[in-house]
């Protein structure tokens, strides 16, 4: 069951602002190894630099306004076993009528607002592409959403959130995309609700747990060959080194988000700290500005639920780090595309794609990271338009709302 959906505005008090200030003025920074950079993590300087813009200049209200610039609203949506939850979400409509309805989905360090620079490219008209209505929730526990308070809220119940806010909308037919967790939750989607109601979708992280030889016995041959194709060895290497270099955070995550919540929801240079280093590592050269960065994190900071629940995600989504994030699922017949950016740093063969779904579109983009609707907004825009377009692959998969 879900209520009507009501309009929402941003607007944090100005008391929890003067509350971050004072936090801000009372931080204590640790000693910094000579010559250390981003070896050991995020470097003094520049957590320092952004605390003292944080505090002293960076304007909050002016991101509010900009924020709410973007029609935005809450619901409430009633999940099996959990309650309702009080779900936030922007929802950007195209003049074009028969424009596709499009779930864009977020993962961790991300937010609702990724989705801002393509909202201008997917609702515009054109008789040269597509257009879409564009949805873009804050997930369970981020942003403005309410968080469950239950163990045990994992892959199937965030897409019974997602497909229920679609429905609510009106909209019995979507198309969806989203990488990080988006790209894993478009797997449980896919599971339970494709072909009915999720018609297509494409990934900006295609990626599946590792093949067997009897789960996926070509693919899983694919990979002796290694010795011999360097591109491929070169991939398998990055996948060996990304847990070592960058998985940290996953590990503490997935086994003791209530402890490193403690210093996220009551520090806020630590919370800044922590996030801050993966905007950096995770994208390909993207410059981001201060201003960026801030409002990045003061929507965690200010979080309705605070950002300990979104660090829980992980431990809920592995079991407390006892099984892969696909608990589960299988390959499924919806049609799906792979949008390969170079810099996406769990990166993974190409051929790894054919594990989530059925591959009908596949692109290479020579620029672009792990926050590809950031980074590269008109590619991730234009591979949208080319699967969903006149002549791509999945044109015309929602009844009567071909984006034209």
């Known amino acids: 069951m879900t209520s009507p959906a009501k309009p929402f505005v941003v607007h944090v008090p100005d008391a929890e602002l003067e509350l971050l200030r004072k936090k801000l003025d009372l931080a204590r920074f640790p000693d910094e190894l000579e010559g250390a950079a981003w070896e050991y993590g995020a470097p003094l300087?520049?957590?320092?630099?952004?605390?003292?813009?944080?505090?002293?200049?960076?304007?909050?209200?002016?991101?509010?306004?900009?924020?709410?610039?973007?029609?935005?609203?809450?619901?409430?949506?009633?999940?099996?076993?959990f309650g309702t939850l009080n779900i936030h979400f922007a929802h950007q409509r195209s003049k074009v009528e028969n424009a596709i309805p499009l779930l864009f989905v977020h993962g961790w360090p991300g937010h609702f607002l990724e989705v801002r620079k393509l909202l201008p490219l997917l609702t515009s008209d054109s008789p040269d592409h597509p257009s879409f209505h564009v949805v873009s929730p804050s997930l369970p526990g981020y942003g403005f959403s309410e968080a469950p308070t239950k163990p045990?809220?994992?892959?199937?119940?965030?897409?019974?959130?997602?497909?229920?806010?679609?429905?609510?909308?009106?909209?019995?037919?979507?198309?969806?995309?989203?990488?990080?967790?988006?790209?894993?939750?478009?797997?449980?989607v896919a599971n339970r609700y494709g072909h009915k109601h999720l018609k297509a979708w494409l990934s900006n992280m295609p990626g599946y747990r590792p093949p067997t030889l009897f789960t996926h016995p070509l693919i899983f041959l694919e990979m002796l060959t290694m010795p011999f194709n360097k591109s491929l060895a070169d991939v398998f290497t990055a996948i060996k080194q990304f847990p070592k270099k960058h998985g940290g955070f996953v590990f503490l995550q997935a086994t003791v988000p209530q402890t490193i919540g403690y210093s996220l929801t009551d520090s806020p240079v630590g919370l800044l700290a922590w996030i801050y280093e993966k905007l950096h590592e995770v994208v390909d050269n993207y410059p981001w500005t201060d201003d960026e960065v801030l409002e990045w994190i003061s929507i965690y900071w200010f979080s309705r639920a605070g950002p300990t629940a979104t660090a829980r995600m992980y431990y809920e989504m592995t079991g407390g780090h006892k099984h892969d994030v696909f608990e589960g699922t299988k390959w499924t017949s919806v049609p799906f595309g792979a949008s390969h950016f170079p810099r996406e740093p769990p990166r993974v063969p190409k051929s790894w794609a054919h594990m989530v779904g059925k591959v009908v579109f596949e692109s290479e983009h020579d620029a672009g990271g792990h926050f590809a609707a950031v980074e590269q907004p008109e590619k991730l825009a234009g591979d949208l338009r080319k699967m969903f377009g006149k002549g791509g692959p999945a044109y015309g998969v929602v009844s009567g709302k071909d984006g034209y």
């Open 45 to 81: 300087a520049d957590i320092k630099r952004l605390t003292a813009h944080w505090r002293d200049s960076f304007n909050w209200r002016k991101a509010e306004k900009a924020m709410n610039e973007i029609p935005q609203f809450t619901t409430d949506i009633e999940v099996d076993g």
């Open 152 to 188: 045990g809220f994992a892959g199937y119940q965030y897409a019974e959130v997602l497909n229920k806010l679609m429905l609510s909308l009106g909209y019995d037919e979507y198309v969806y995309q989203g990488g990080d967790w988006g790209h894993i939750l478009g797997v449980y």
